[in-house]
Nanobody
Framework: QVQLVESGGGLVQAGGSLRLSCAASGRTFSTYGMGWFRQAPGKEREFVAAISWSGSSTYYANSVKGRFTISRDTAKNTVYLQMNSLKPGDTAVYYC?????????????????WGQGTQVTVSS
C-alpha cells in the first residue's frame, strides 16, 4: 500500500510560481513511478508530469513543458512539482499518483494510488 498526501497548492497571480509536494508512505514507494495529474471544473483528469521509479526519466504534457519540473527525493519519500510561469489555464485540482507502470499511467491517466488533491488557482 502507498498513501499519498499533497501540499503546496494555493492562489497565485499569472506569471507566478508554486511548488507542490507529495509525501508518500509505504515501503514500496521507491519502486513506483510517480506522476501529477490535474482536473479543472467540467473537464476530465489530465496528465501533467511523471517521473520513473529511478528518477532517470521524466515526462511532461506539452502544455507544461518548459514551465513545470517534476523531481523526487527517495530518501524523503517525496515527489515535487515546481510550477513556474503559471497561467490561468493551469487552474485545477492537482493530484499526485503512484503507478507501477508509469508509462501506462501517462497514457491512460489511471494509476494505482491517488492523493486527495490540492487546489491551484491562477488569477489573471
Amino acid at each position: 500500500q502507498v498513501q499519498l498526501v499533497e501540499s503546496g497548492g494555493g492562489l497565485v497571480q499569472a506569471g507566478g510560481s508554486l511548488r507542490l509536494s507529495c509525501a508518500a508512505s509505504g515501503r514500496t514507494f521507491s519502486t513506483y513511478g510517480m506522476g501529477w495529474f490535474r482536473q479543472a471544473p467540467g473537464k476530465e483528469r489530465e496528465f501533467v508530469a511523471a517521473i520513473s521509479w529511478s528518477g532517470s526519466s521524466t515526462y511532461y504534457a506539452n502544455s507544461v513543458k518548459g514551465r513545470f519540473t517534476i523531481s523526487r527525493d527517495t530518501a524523503k519519500n517525496t515527489v515535487y512539482l515546481q510550477m513556474n510561469s503559471l497561467k490561468p489555464g493551469d487552474t485545477a485540482v492537482y493530484y499526485c499518483a503512484a503507478a507501477a507502470d508509469i508509462i501506462k499511467a501517462v497514457v491512460t491517466a489511471a494509476a494505482d494510488y491517488w492523493g486527495q488533491g490540492t487546489q491551484v488557482t491562477v488569477s489573471s
